[in-house]
């Protein structure tokens, strides 16, 4: 695959040959040479409601997430998908290896969860991750076919530039097929794009130039266009651009946020990802069938099979949607159950999904709020994408 010279892009970042990601600055933020360098500034989060009153900026983010959550309910609404309230505590999460110690997932894209005591609970009760395994489980309901939800998440990870300890999803599941997810998905981001552009021009020109919003425009219009690419595609480009041979090995050990942004800029574009690891996904990806990754390691040749999932990286930035379809059968759910060590007694109602009469296979995703608003608005950090950001450092305002 030849290497694509960017001419355009929206987004923030820049990743760096030396391994550095620096932040080339907008109207309200300065340039910044390594953003992975900077410290939480918790002195800052101590004073944001000083801030709140001080700066404009708050009252254009305040605007900017109304509208954002406005045109998600307006656009599931069309499709006929419908709001689901949900828990925020649970026995099932998403990556149960990293609570049980299963080595398949050591390298998942989602991190422990947050443990708390529920009253007399013997057992650990976890903040949900994500709201997807309860959407799965709404789907059963007589007559309800897409849902959706716009929830907190939690995450026990280490804040940084881009990730905060608890954020928000837009999480979406239907009776649908993955390429039919992916669109919906795509739907939804060109939606908010264009409602903004329609209804907050002056919010967005707060943190955009005229020619950012033309840009901004041309990239709502085409979004359903992107360039879409499988993992060992993604690791073969990021070999060819730096030689390096750890991308010769079908793994996301190596995949992390400066490869992210470093595809975006070789293809100047937002790019899809699809067909990771199917044991380095969390365990609820169907695989995709009859397809198997090779590759040599130390030696020796190693295996795996890959996962119906994608992931879409928004240009000079990172992910900020996931989506797969998910396991289809009881028999290959079970197979997975052993594998990720599933405690059946707590996954039992998922198990019970794939025996139900009203069982259908389903596909979802989870779209990141504050990361879509940081990519969207240039931010050099997600917390300047927070009214009240959380970090596992401290709890202020």
Request: glycine share 6%.
């Amino acid at each position: 695959m030849g290497l694509v010279l960017l001419v355009k892009m929206l987004g923030p970042y820049s990743a760096n040959m030396n391994g550095t990601i620096s932040y080339k600055g907008n109207k309200i933020f300065k340039p910044i040479k390594d953003v992975t360098s900077v410290k939480i500034p918790l002195e800052e989060f101590r004073n944001r409601i000083a801030h709140f009153y001080s700066s404009e900026m708050w009252t254009h983010i305040a605007r900017i997430n109304h509208r954002i959550n406005k045109s998600t309910n307006d656009y599931f609404d069309y499709m006929g998908a419908l709001f689901t309230a949900l828990p925020l505590t649970t026995r099932m999460i998403s990556s149960p290896g990293a609570v049980y110690g299963k080595e398949a997932i050591d390298y998942t894209s989602d991190t422990c969860p947050i443990t708390l005591t529920w009253f007399e609970e013997e057992k650990p009760v976890f903040l949900s991750e994500s709201s997807q395994i309860y959407l799965e489980l709404a789907l059963i309901q007589q007559g309800v076919d897409q849902v959706y939800s716009i929830y907190n998440s939690f995450r026990k990870e280490k804040a940084d530039a881009t990730h905060l300890s608890e954020f928000h999803h837009i999480e979406y599941e239907g009776k649908i097929d993955q390429p039919t997810n992916e669109k919906i998905a795509l739907g939804l981001v060109g939606k908010i794009i264009t409602d903004l552009l329609t209804y907050n021009e002056e919010d967005i020109a707060f943190f955009l130039s005229k020619d950012r919003v033309k840009e901004l425009e041309e990239f709502a219009s085409d979004i359903k266009n992107i360039p879409k690419i499988t993992f060992r595609e993604a690791l073969d480009t990021l070999y060819e651009d730096t030689k390096q041979d750890k991308y010769k090995r079908f793994t996301m050990k190596n995949f992390g946020q400066w490869e992210e942004v470093r595809l975006t800029h070789i293809f100047g574009s937002m790019v899809a990802i699809g067909c990771f690891p199917l044991l380095e996904v969390p365990f609820y990806h169907a695989c995709v069938d009859g397809v198997e990754e090779r590759w040599i390691e130390d030696g020796k040749e190693k295996r795996s099979l890959v996962a119906d999932n994608t992931d879409f990286i928004w240009p000079g930035y990172r992910e900020i949607i996931g989506s797969g379809h998910r396991v289809r059968s009881i028999s290959e759910l079970e197979e997975k159950a052993r594998i990720f060590n599933l405690p059946k007694e707590d996954y039992g109602p998922y198990l019970q999904t794939r025996r139900s009469p009203n069982y259908v296979e389903t596909s979802g995703f989870g779209l990141g709020w504050e990361r879509l608003l940081q990519g969207l608005f240039e931010m050099p950090f997600i917390w300047s994408a927070s009214q009240f950001p959380r970090v596992d450092k401290g709890l202020k305002p």
